[in-house]
């Protein structure tokens, strides 16, 4: 059979990752520059070219196949 953990052996190991929660949170937009604001595509809908996702001449997707119901750009 296992043996229980003891409630002063649980409360150690809780101790010992307290501080790597607190360490490992930062800032969430620390990399990006002050001076550059996020693109924001307005008027640009979301298009495919052949099997590839494009929104205003930038591709998108990463590579994933485009979905059939997606506009096929013209």
Do not use: H
Not at 6 to 33: K, M, N
Not at 40 to 66: F, H, K, M, S, W
């Amino acid at each position: 059979m296992r043996e229980s953990v003891s409630p002063a052996r649980r409360l150690c190991l809780a101790l010992l990752f307290v501080p790597f929660v607190f360490l490992s949170q930062g800032q969430a937009i620390a990399d990006v520059p002050p001076d550059k604001s996020p693109t924001i595509y307005v008027d640009c809908p979301l298009e495919r070219i052949g099997t590839q996702l494009v929104r205003c001449d930038n591709l998108t997707g990463a590579g994933v196949d485009a979905p059939y119901w997606i506009p096929e750009q013209k």
